[in-house]
């Protein structure tokens, strides 16, 4: 059912007079499956990086809450947010850029998979988000989430948990 499972923490950027950034910063700290794009969003370090934005202040005519953004301000993904749940942590869901070629000419990393769905968990404190990849599940992800919110997806979301590495 799932391809990849990506599980990111909050970690935030510190700025140079001692502050922090305002734009949560999260970095991947287990990985289960293979989602190939990923490799594109390694930092030189070999962290995949990514940053939570709220729709409102990048594109208010967007239905979609917030976003996850990554190096080089490639979106990886809205995420719609419905009132679904599993215990207080909120479900989520989204799909990859679309274009063949991003801003500037780019090539988006996420082409060959644009017909692929994600799954967001988001945490009620925002300190954890898992990614769940749904392949060729870009035209069924509400369906599949609502699936998930309930339970008939527990087993397969647990087995992807426990056979996740650090990255």
Sequence with gaps: MFSCYLKIERRQTIKKDGT????PRYVATAQA?????????????????????RND???????AETRL????????????L???KIGETLIGYGEPPQTKEL??????????????GYL??????LNTIEILIVPNGRYLIQGVA?????????????????TAKQV
Excluded: H, W
């Design 103 to 116: 801003k500037g000419g780019k090539q988006n990393p996420f082409f060959e998979n644009k017909a692929d």
């Design 33 to 53: 499956g293979y989602f190939k794009p990923l490799n594109e969003l390694k930092s030189k370090s070999g962290e995949i990086v990514m940053y939570y934005q």
């Design 20 to 23: 922090e950034s305002k734009t």
């Design 146 to 162: 609502k699936q998930l919110e309930d339970g008939q997806f527990n087993e397969a979301l647990n087995s992807m948990r426990n």
């Design 120 to 125: 967001f968990l988001v945490a009620p404190d």
């Design 57 to 63: 202040k990048c594109n208010p005519n967007s239905k």
């Design 69 to 80: 953004q990554c190096k080089g301000s490639l979106n990886f993904s809205s995420i719609y």
């Design 82 to 84: 419905q009132n679904m």
